[in-house]
């Protein structure tokens, strides 16, 4: 952002022009290791046994096959999976998106007693680390009931301290004054957070709706603690669980494997692909104000 | 007359400021209430739990410090330490430094920045245990595996490299530094960018070359968000479960047993619920007082 605002003829080069050839040559390279894996991840998922364990190896799948995704979405049920996760990353988004943007509001713009000390309360849970939580958690949710229930993978981690803060942030930035007028033409409390700060926040809350979707969809270790029974399992768990299981019994499938990760990896990335400007614009928020 | 609208209108006000009060109370009330029955509930009650020989089913009895006792009695525990020491000795120097060399490219006037960041974020994005899986199969030994073709290259032998005592945690490493790099590329370019081009220009004229404008402009300014990199960086090492979950299940021989997959083994294998929550405990003490630590060592520096 800062270099925008540098007149051309100011900015000073950091490195000449053969300098900046490697600066190029190695972030090509980067990239490429970058990326690699998860090329070396399609390609497999693509190969039939055969062509995954042959020698030399095959680098591109010839003849391409789609058994992998086939058998890991019918015969290993990961098309249950796949909607199990769909339903908890959305309901968590929805709910973490709604209290987040609220709290917000109230920690920025609204004065009540004890603001200042909840506000510090909640930023020092900060250091509290997740594998404190594992143990008494679980006991939480056992007496509670909500063992074996999708409730109890959503509600526990629908909230986050970080993206609370970051609604809070973005909405110290809106002009007081849209509030005031709104409040002088009699709008409730209810109605300004709905009809002036919401709309006026979609860049956080974009932000986070996304941190909240892929937390929620890469999650492994609460859901795998929670959830026992095997058709109410995530597509990690499932990954998680079955690999070891199906390297005993099938020889090592690594192309169902590989389909199967496509599966959790490749939703992700069209997602952030399509809202890369989103995404990077709010990581930066966090980054900078953080 | 004036005066008495005045009071009035004070009186009013404070009416509604009071009955704003409320209000704001419902606003934060939803994440208030998860947060404390999901967040600092269990967070306390494991501390309580950690002085109990807790079950779940049927009476638990107070032991005293007897859990805490035991810890540096138990066999694997040192194991454990000694294995997520060694895990965070190399994860964050390595993430740190490869995420600080990225960011110092990228920063570099180039076309096309935008694209990179995006590949370089790729893996962040990516589930733990996706990608846990994918370097199980690249890492796979013998001669078909994609690492060892790739070594064999340059006439190296194959390595199992999962398999041996020796490579498997610098092997979980390597994956753990090609996933998370990418994030913290991101908080030092941010950094990077808010450093004045004019104290560059300023460093140039003076004639100071590449690596001295690196090492007395950029390096010191950026102190600041190497301190979040590295705290961030730390706190999350010391609590790695599903890479090793995923590719060792802590062996071999227990050679990649971390604090927190023991922690893990104790609550949901063992059901030593009240020995589980004392070791989060000493987990949790060990996080605050290295953050502690680095945050004075790192803070207290003036520029």
């Not at chain 1, 526990?156 to 942030?169: E, G, H, K, W």
Request: a positive charge.
């Amino acid at each position: 952002m800062s270099q925008k605002s540098v007149p051309f003829y100011r900015r000073r080069q950091f490195v000449d022009a053969g300098g900046k050839l490697a600066v190029y040559a190695l972030l090509i390279v980067g990239a490429l290791l970058s990326f690699f894996p998860f090329a070396w991840m399609v390609s497999t998922a693509f190969k039939t046994p055969e062509q995954v364990f042959a020698l030399p190896i095959h680098w591109l799948p010839d003849p391409v096959t789609w058994g992998n995704f086939a058998a890991a979405w019918r015969r290993f049920d990961f098309a249950r999976f796949f909607l199990n996760t769909l339903f908890i990353s959305s309901m968590t988004t929805v709910l973490s998106v709604t209290i987040c943007s609220m709290a917000g509001y109230a920690f920025a713009r609204r004065r009540f007693w004890g603001r200042e000390l909840i506000f510090n309360v909640l930023l020092a849970t900060l250091t509290i680390p997740g594998a404190v939580l594992m143990t008494p958690l679980f006991l939480v949710i056992l007496k509670l009931g909500w063992i074996n229930r999708f409730i109890g993978i959503i509600v526990p981690f629908c909230v986050s301290v970080t993206n609370i803060f970051l609604m809070r942030q973005y909405i110290s930035t809106i002009p007081v004054e849209l509030e005031e007028a709104a409040r002088i033409d009699g709008a409730s409390d209810f109605a300004i957070w709905r009809r002036i700060i919401l709309p006026l926040s979609q860049p956080a809350m974009a932000t986070v709706a996304i941190f909240s979707f892929v937390g929620a969809w890469d999650g492994f270790l609460w859901p795998l603690i929670v959830l026992k029974d095997k058709e109410m399992w995530t597509l990690n768990v499932a990954l998680g669980l079955l690999q070891t299981e199906y390297i005993a019994a099938e020889g090592s499938p690594w192309g169902v494997m590989m389909a199967g990760s496509v599966l959790v990896v490749l939703p992700l990335i069209g997602v952030f692909l399509t809202l890369q400007r989103y995404f990077m614009s709010g990581l930066m928020l966090g980054a900078v104000k953080g | 007359m004036v005066s008495s609208h005045f009071v009035r209108r004070g009186a009013l006000a404070l009416y509604r400021e009071a009955r704003l009060n409320h209000w704001s109370y419902l606003f934060v009330l939803p994440a208030l209430a998860i947060l404390g029955a999901f967040l600092l509930y269990p967070a306390l009650y494991a501390f309580r739990m950690s002085f109990y020989d807790w079950q779940v089913l049927g009476q638990s009895e107070f032991v005293g410090m007897e859990n805490y006792r035991r810890f540096f009695e138990m066999p694997n525990v040192r194991l454990a330490v000694q294995n997520t020491v060694y895990y965070t000795a190399l994860n964050v120097p390595g993430t740190l430094f490869a995420a600080l060399f990225v960011a110092l490219l990228l920063n570099a006037e180039i076309r096309a920045r935008a694209w990179f960041r995006v590949l370089f974020y790729l893996p962040v994005i990516s589930s733990d245990v996706a990608v846990s899986l994918l370097w199980k199969w690249i890492y796979w030994a013998g001669a078909r595996g994609l690492l060892n073709n790739l070594i064999g290259v340059f006439g190296l032998p194959p390595q199992d490299w999962l398999g041996d005592p020796k490579l498997a945690m610098p092997a979980i490493v390597l994956l753990t530094i090609w996933k998370g790099m990418g994030g913290n590329v991101l908080i030092f370019l941010a950094g990077l960018q808010s450093i004045p081009p004019e104290l560059y220009e300023a460093a140039t004229m003076d004639g100071a070359g590449l690596w001295a404008r690196f090492r007395h402009v950029t390096w010191p300014l950026l102190r600041p968000v190497t301190l979040i990199v590295l705290l961030l960086l730390t706190i999350s090492s010391l609590q790695v479960f599903t890479p090793v979950f995923v590719m060792t299940g802590g062996g071999p021989a227990n050679h990649t047993l971390t604090i927190a997959f023991y922690i893990y083994n104790l609550a949901f294998g063992s059901g030593l619920y009240g020995f589980a929550a004392a070791v989060s405990y000493l987990l949790f003490a060990a996080i605050l007082g290295i953050t502690v630590i680095q945050r004075r060592y790192f803070g207290d520096v003036i520029y």
